[in-house]
């Protein structure tokens, strides 16, 4: 049986789902407006993030809330991580490369995870000690045991670009190493995607904690490591990101600290 914070996360994922798809094939007629550079919001991040918002403080109204879109309620026990639309520039070009993106903290601990593609209706969760799951069914990280043969995925830097020559080393070390890479566009579907064996691994530099919540829980349920790129749980804080089972995931970890730790030319 699910945990009831958990159907009312996968309660709001879907409402915010119906948002999505109800735009998706009229993108030409949404609203978008730049927040940075190479960083957008559409109306429908904002009519998403409101619907999931509104279900929360309904069943749950002393919790916290952060969300991408500016939605910041303070709760030092209950913390709602959110991403109404993960893929946002995906969305505006018409890719169905997106998500839904809740995780919930309890303090310091995630717990539960929803990260929802409602384009392809993939809804994939997690609660701590249960296990992972797509739809209905258990998800188990792939258990490839070195980076020979491995698929990875990443996300190249598209705000900030001051560690831009350090993510190309680590993209052309594990280039070199690894049968691909791919670069879909959305950080929390690529964890998922982690969770569910598509991928082996996936790491990537300065995302923001609703790119990581979700996605890292359901790593860790689905049998697989996260961790920043110390091999510590910082990564909600300082937003760097390595995942993979236990292996895959040593092996990136220590191909990236060689990287990082490398001498400038």
């Known amino acids: 049986?699910?945990?009831?914070?958990?159907?009312?996360?996968?309660?709001?994922?879907?409402?915010?789902?119906?948002?999505?798809?109800?735009?998706?094939?009229r993108v030409n007629e949404i609203t978008i407006t730049p927040k940075a550079h190479n960083d957008f919001v559409t109306d429908v991040d904002q009519r998403a993030e409101a619907a999931i918002v509104?279900?929360?403080?309904r069943a749950y109204p002393e919790h916290g809330?952060?969300?991408?879109?500016?939605?910041?309620?303070?709760?030092?026990?209950?913390?709602?991580?959110?991403?109404?639309?993960?893929?946002?520039?995906?969305?505006?070009?018409?890719?169905p490369q997106l998500c839904v993106s809740i995780g919930i903290k309890h303090f310091d601990r995630l717990?539960?995870?929803?990260?929802?593609?409602?384009?392809?209706?993939?809804?994939?969760?997690?609660?701590?000690?249960?296990?992972?799951?797509?739809?209905?069914?258990?998800l188990r990280i792939a258990q490839r045991k070195?980076?020979?043969g491995a698929l990875l995925g990443t996300g190249f830097p598209f705000r900030d670009f001051s560690y831009l020559d350090t993510y190309m080393a680590t993209f052309k070390a594990f280039m070199l190493k690894t049968a691909g890479i791919r670069r879909p566009g959305s950080a929390a579907l690529d964890l998922a995607y982690v969770a569910a064996g598509r991928y082996d691994g996936f790491w990537e530099f300065n995302l923001k904690p609703w790119d990581l919540a979700a996605g890292a829980l359901l790593v860790q349920e689905?049998?697989?490591?996260?961790?920043d790129f110390t091999g510590d749980q910082g990564y909600l804080d300082n937003g760097n990101i390595v995942a993979g089972n236990l292996r895959v995931h040593a092996q990136m970890l220590h191909i990236i600290?060689?990287?990082i730790n490398r001498p400038q030319a």
């Open 257 to 259: 600290s060689q990287e």
């Open 146 to 148: 070195d980076l020979e």
């Open 65 to 95: 809330i952060l969300a991408e879109e500016g939605s910041r309620i303070a709760d030092k026990e209950f913390e709602w991580i959110i991403d109404p639309l993960d893929g946002t520039t995906n969305f505006i070009h018409g890719m």
């Open 54 to 57: 509104e279900i929360i403080r």
């Open 1 to 25: 049986m699910q945990h009831p914070i958990l159907v009312t996360a996968i309660r709001a994922a879907r409402k915010a789902g119906d948002i999505i798809n109800r735009s998706f094939a």
């Open 222 to 227: 689905a049998g697989g490591v996260a961790t």
């Open 111 to 138: 717990e539960h995870a929803v990260v929802y593609n409602p384009i392809h209706d993939e809804l994939f969760t997690a609660s701590r000690g249960a296990g992972a799951h797509l739809n209905d069914r258990r």
